[in-house]
């Protein structure tokens, strides 16, 4: 698929994730002089328009953002961290950190189980988690022996039905875990949504993409 712009100019493709990462990207645009003229949330549209008749924005699930950019379908887009370290980057440049979408990847267990106890005793855990690689990884390096359970949502349920010991999720306020009488017992990581850039595009669209990256940066430092 190839968009072309006006006067034979590259059309340039963004890729946004609906929710939070859409709307604390609405700044970064602004100050980069494009407003989006739809609202994702409203509109049934995947392909919205902006100011800039060259520039659109796909609207995709948060963790097909880094396929779409890997592949060129967009030639940049916003995702997590979270995202980014299960999808592996390849392809990818990520010259930014947004600093928007702030959270953390944390390990929580039903209020009643004792974490420590069981990872000091070495049990063997049942961990549900849509980021299995994350998960792997800071288990491995614990030592701690995991069953990985992998779910595409709704991780909260896993603890409170017995489908798992724990669950490895991004938690923002806590809310969610309070409301499902789950305790966040480890932090993982600080989270936050970074810009990708597709390597090729970087190339061939330079002019067009690199006053956008430098708004962006300037305006997410503005963020603090
Ligand atoms: P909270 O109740 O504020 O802790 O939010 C936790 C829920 O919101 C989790 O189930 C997450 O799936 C989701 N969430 C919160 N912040 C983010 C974020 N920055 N990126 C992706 N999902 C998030």
């Given at each position: 698929m190839t968009f072309?712009?006006?006067?034979?100019?590259?059309?340039?493709?963004?890729?946004?994730?609906?929710?939070?990462?859409?709307?604390d990207t609405l700044p970064l645009l602004s100050a980069a002089g494009i407003e989006v003229l739809e609202n994702p949330e409203t509109s049934r549209k995947l392909i919205l328009s902006t100011n800039d008749p060259g520039v659109r924005v796909l609207i995709v699930r948060a963790s097909d953002v880094p396929t779409y950019v890997?592949?060129?379908?967009?030639?940049?887009g916003v995702a997590g961290k979270d995202v980014l370290l299960e999808h592996g980057g390849e392809g990818l440049y990520q010259p930014i950190d947004l600093r928007i979408a702030q959270c953390r990847m944390s390990v929580a267990v039903n209020a009643g189980f004792d974490y420590d106890k069981a990872v000091r005793q070495g049990?063997?855990?049942?961990?549900?988690?849509?980021?299995v690689n994350?998960?792997?990884?800071?288990?491995?390096?614990?030592?701690?022996?995991?069953?990985?359970i992998k779910l595409y949502g709704s991780m909260e349920l896993a603890p409170l039905v017995?489908?798992?010991?724990?669950?490895?999720?991004v938690v923002s306020t806590g809310g969610t875990?309070?409301?499902?009488?789950?305790?966040?017992?480890?932090?993982?990581?600080?989270?936050s949504s970074r810009l990708v850039v597709n390597q090729a595009a970087l190339k061939l669209?330079?002019?067009?993409?690199?006053?956008?990256?430098?708004a962006f940066e300037r305006a997410s430092q503005q963020q603090g």
């Amino acid at each position: 698929m190839t968009f072309n712009g006006v006067n034979g100019e590259p059309q340039l493709i963004l890729a946004l994730s609906k929710g939070r990462i859409f709307e604390d990207t609405l700044p970064l645009l602004s100050a980069a002089g494009i407003e989006v003229l739809e609202n994702p949330e409203t509109s049934r549209k995947l392909i919205l328009s902006t100011n800039d008749p060259g520039v659109r924005v796909l609207i995709v699930r948060a963790s097909d953002v880094p396929t779409y950019v890997q592949h060129g379908a967009a030639d940049f887009g916003v995702a997590g961290k979270d995202v980014l370290l299960e999808h592996g980057g390849e392809g990818l440049y990520q010259p930014i950190d947004l600093r928007i979408a702030q959270c953390r990847m944390s390990v929580a267990v039903n209020a009643g189980f004792d974490y420590d106890k069981a990872v000091r005793q070495g049990a063997r855990l049942r961990v549900a988690t849509k980021f299995v690689n994350t998960a792997r990884e800071h288990f491995a390096s614990k030592g701690v022996h995991v069953d990985l359970i992998k779910l595409y949502g709704s991780m909260e349920l896993a603890p409170l039905v017995g489908l798992s010991d724990a669950i490895v999720d991004v938690v923002s306020t806590g809310g969610t875990l309070r409301a499902n009488n789950l305790v966040e017992v480890e932090k993982i990581m600080d989270i936050s949504s970074r810009l990708v850039v597709n390597q090729a595009a970087l190339k061939l669209k330079r002019e067009r993409l690199q006053p956008i990256l430098e708004a962006f940066e300037r305006a997410s430092q503005q963020q603090g």
